[in-house]
C-alpha cells in the first residue's frame, strides 16, 4: 500500500495480525521493498513496515547543526526534532489509520544517518519500543556525549548496532572515528542494561546495506 503523509511518500507493507508489530524504516532511495523481502526470507516473525521516503537527508534526520564531512555534501542543519513530530505526531498516526491496523509495538529502524536518528529519538519520544541502527553516523560531532550524559525518554527493549569492518579506515577524520563512537553507544546501552547487540560485517559503508538493514530488524523482532 502506497500513500502520502507531510510531505513524505509512505509504502506499508502489512502483516498477517492487525497487532503484528510495526516497524518504521526511513529510507534514502525507496529500499524498502528490498529490506523487506530480506527480512522476510530470514525472520518468521509478523510484522507490518512502513517505509518513509522523500527525506531532506542532512537536514531532517540530523539532530543539530554540523558542517559538512566532504566537498560534495551539504551542512547538517539539525532539523531532527521537526521531523521527529511530524513523524510521530502525523505520518504514523496516518499510515495506521489507512493500513487499518492497530501493532502491538512499534519500532524505528535506519542505516546510516538514518540509523543514527533511530537513536536520537530515543531521547525525544516514547514511542519506540525497539531500535535497529545499521551503519550509523556515530562519527556526529557531539553524539556519543548526548548518549552518555542524558536518559533516553524509552529505554528500549532491544537496540540493534552493526558497522562494517572497513568503515573507520577513511582517511576522512571525521568518518574515521565511526567505530569507536559506534562502540561507546553501544557500551552505554549495554552499561544500562538494554539488551543490545553489536554486529561488525564485511565491507565498507556501502557494501549491502538492504541485507544489512534486514538483519537488524530481524534480530530486533526475534
Same mark, same amino acid.
Given at each position: 500500500m502506497r500513500m502520502e503523509s507531510a510531505g513524505k511518500s509512505l509504502s506499508m507493507h502489512s502483516g498477517e495480525l492487525k497487532d503484528a508489530p510495526l516497524v518504521v524504516l526511513n529510507t534514502f532511495q525507496e529500499e524498502g521493498d528490498k529490506v523487506y523481502k530480506a527480512v522476510k526470507a530470514t525472520c518468521d516473525q509478523d510484522f507490518s513496515l512502513l517505509c518513509v521516503s522523500g527525506l531532506d537527508w542532512n537536514r531532517e534526520l540530523s539532530p543539530w547543526q554540523a558542517p559538512s564531512v566532504s566537498d560534495d555534501e551539504p551542512p547538517f542543519s539539525g532539523g531532527a526534532d521537526e521531523y521527529l513530530d511530524s513523524l510521530i505526531g502525523r505520518i504514523i498516526p496516518d499510515a495506521i489509520e489507512k493500513a487499518g491496523i492497530d501493532p502491538a509495538y512499534i519500532s524505528l529502524a535506519g542505516y546510516s544517518l538514518a540509523g543514527l536518528f533511530a537513536v536520537y529519538s530515543l531521547y525525544r519520544t516514547d514511542m519506540f519500543s525497539r531500535v535497529a541502527s545499521a551503519s550509523g553516523s556515530f562519527w556526529f560531532s557531539g553524539f556519543v556525549d548526548l548518549?552518555?550524559? *542524558?536518559? #533516553?525518554? /524509552?529505554? #528500549? %527493549? *532491544?537496540?540493534?548496532?552493526?558497522? !562494517? %569492518?572497513?568503515?573507520?579506515?577513511?582517511? +576522512?577524520?571525521?568518518? @574515521?572515528? $565511526?567505530? $569507536? !563512537?559506534?562502540?561507546?553507544?553501544? &557500551?552505554?546501552?549495554?552499561?544500562? &542494561?538494554? %539488551?543490545?547487540?553489536?554486529?561488525?560485517? #564485511? &565491507? +565498507? /559503508?556501502?557494501? +549491502? #546495506?538492504?541485507? *544489512?538493514?534486514?538483519? &537488524?530488524? @530481524?534480530w530486533m523482532l526475534d
Open positions: 548518549v552518555r550524559e *542524558r536518559e #533516553p525518554a /524509552h529505554m #528500549p %527493549d *532491544r537496540i540493534y548496532f552493526s558497522l !562494517g %569492518d572497513k568503515e573507520a579506515r577513511t582517511r +576522512n577524520q571525521i568518518l @574515521s572515528t $565511526v567505530e $569507536v !563512537g559506534t562502540r561507546a553507544v553501544f &557500551g552505554t546501552f549495554i552499561e544500562k &542494561g538494554t %539488551d543490545a547487540v553489536f554486529e561488525m560485517n #564485511p &565491507g +565498507n /559503508h556501502f557494501r +549491502n #546495506p538492504a541485507e *544489512r538493514m534486514a538483519r &537488524g530488524i @530481524s
